[in-house]
T-cell receptor, first 115, second 110 residues
Framework: DAGVIQSPRHEVTEMGQEVTLRCKPI?????LFWYRQTMMRGLELLIY????????DSGMPEDRFSAKMPNASFSTLKIQPSEPRDSAVYFC?????????????FGDGTRLSIL | QKEVEQNSGPLSVPEGAIASLNCTYS??????FFWYRQYSGKSPELIMF????GDKEDGRFTAQLNKASQYVSLLIRDSQPSDSATYLC??????????FGAGTILRVKS
């Protein structure tokens, strides 16, 4: 079975440019999560969706970050304009449904470097 | 106080020994507890989850939960060099949300 698919795997771009990260959740999973991982702050939840609806975006660092989920099989995380401090590994994860007892499965991540 | 605390390690154990990884959490309302393994440069991989007080065994792995003490642990029996990784403890907060600890680095020496 296909897992969570993220693209691109690596992204290097200059400060000020727009960055778009993409995610395809596991088929049949209703919840999708975007995380950011850095050495300093560890793994942080940015935003999550249930049934394509954003439920909690309290982890989004600032207005430069936005996320969408236009359908059950696709989500994007956009940074505009990008800054060097946005450099991190961004993970997408999905889970079968809503509630406490739903394990999350992670994609391979996008390693983002902003120069 | 951090919401999920783990000793950063590294925890070094000899091959074949039992590795014991510990995690404490602050939110008494948390219902579900997960252990993820993350190899360097890779994504977190789910290895165990536990919801009820007590022990849950899966192969060489045993998760232990004590909600009264707000403590969850992971035991790895017969540790192998391939178990060397960072182990992340995660705790639910308000339904779907997971809060992760900083992780414990495990090194198994052959």
């Amino acid at each position: 079975d296909a897992g969570v698919i993220q693209s691109p795997r690596h992204e290097v771009t200059e400060m000020g440019q727009e960055v778009t990260l993409r995610c395809k959740p596991i088929s049949g999973h209703n919840s999708l999560f975007w995380y950011r991982q850095t050495m300093m702050r560890g793994l942080e939840l940015l935003i999550y969706f249930n049934n394509n609806v954003p439920i909690d975006d309290s982890g989004m660092p600032e207005d430069r970050f936005s996320a969408k989920m236009p359908n059950a099989s696709f989500s994007t995380l956009k940074i505009q304009p990008s800054e060097p401090r946005d450099s991190a590994v961004y993970f997408c994860a999905s889970s079968p449904g809503q509630g406490d007892y739903q394990p999350q499965h992670f994609g391979d991540g996008t390693r983002l470097s902003i120069l | 106080q951090k919401e999920v605390e783990q000793n950063s390690g590294p925890l070094s154990v000899p091959e074949g020994a039992i590795a014991s990884l510990n995690c404490t959490y602050s939110d008494r309302g948390s219902q579900s507890f997960f252990w993820y393994r993350q190899y360097s440069g890779k994504s977190p991989e789910l290895i165990m989850f536990i919801y009820s007080n007590g022990d849950k065994e899966d192969g060489r792995f045993t998760a232990q939960l004590n909600k009264a003490s707000q403590y969850v642990s992971l035991l790895i029996r017969d540790s192998q060099p391939s178990d060397s990784a960072t182990y992340l403890c995660a705790v639910t907060k308000g339904g779907n949300k997971l809060v992760f600890g900083a992780g414990t680095i495990l090194r198994v020496k052959s």
